[in-house]
């Protein structure tokens, strides 16, 4: 016969009581949980009617733990510390065949998700489950297997497999530039440039791409600011300016012809791009597949570069 039912107490006046009971306050409590007060004092009431001991002195609107009560404020973080340890280890245990692949948002989006089916036709017992984030990887709290983002943004300790070249040029729509007529570098100034930034900086801005032709920035040049990549491109694809486009992630549109290049000056970034493994994660054989999938792919696009 099981005895815990009749044993324990009310189980959802447990939360409420442990955050009450760490903050020493009813309300920081319910501004933690997104309940009301009242709330949080029902079912704490609840909870001292269920033992028959009072767990909070109530003075001057304020609470404080009796003696009993901080012995089950400490229990009773303990235990739910363990239940909740426990649950993210089994969500972040992976499934035997499934590998978890974090990527930025712009290269997800222009550039893996294109030819994301060659690796299905090459491995089509391993599933592929790709997340993204615009955040550096070591703000990203969930799990993953392999990540992929511009070299020198924060990594911590996760274990750096290999980096990847790209170049970097100025992009714009065919509607933008009515006449066709290549641009030289020093037009560019002139003309509405769109600007990405990023926080913590990590992309090349204009005035750096300039400089590595001898030209400057006028603060007082036209443009519009975006802290999208994938929108600043798009507003170069509806024709509002000249956008920095990283090969990469900008090619597909230039192969369309939703995208042209004004000049051809281009900055080549030799390690643009890194890979990195989950620290003691990199053993398994899908994982393998995949870091191998990447490289061959992202070492092909470097070598059309060149050609």
Known sequence: MNSLGKSLPPLASLLPFEAAARLESFSKAAEELHITQAAISRQIRGLEEDLGLKLFCRRNRAVFLTQEGRELGRVVS???????????????SPGKNRVVLLCQLCEAFYWLMPRLSTFHQRYPEIEIQVATSTRPLTDFNEHFDVALQSTGRPSGAHR??????????????PHYLHTRKALQVSDLPSHSLLHYRATPPHWMQWDGWLQAFGQTLDDASKGSVFDSYPLMLQAAVEGHGIALGWRRTAQRLIESG???????????LPEAVSVFSR????????????????EGELGSDSQTSRC
């Open 78 to 92: 303990n235990a739910l510390q363990s239940i909740s340890a426990s649950a993210v280890s089994l969500r972040q």
């Open 160 to 173: 750096l497999m290999f980096t990847a070249a790209d170049e970097v040029f100025p992009v714009c729509s």
């Open 258 to 268: 939703a995208l042209l290049r004004p000049c051809v000056e281009s900055v080549p």
């Open 279 to 294: 620290p003691g994660g990199d053993d398994r054989v899908e994982v393998k597949a995949l870091i191998d999938w990447l």
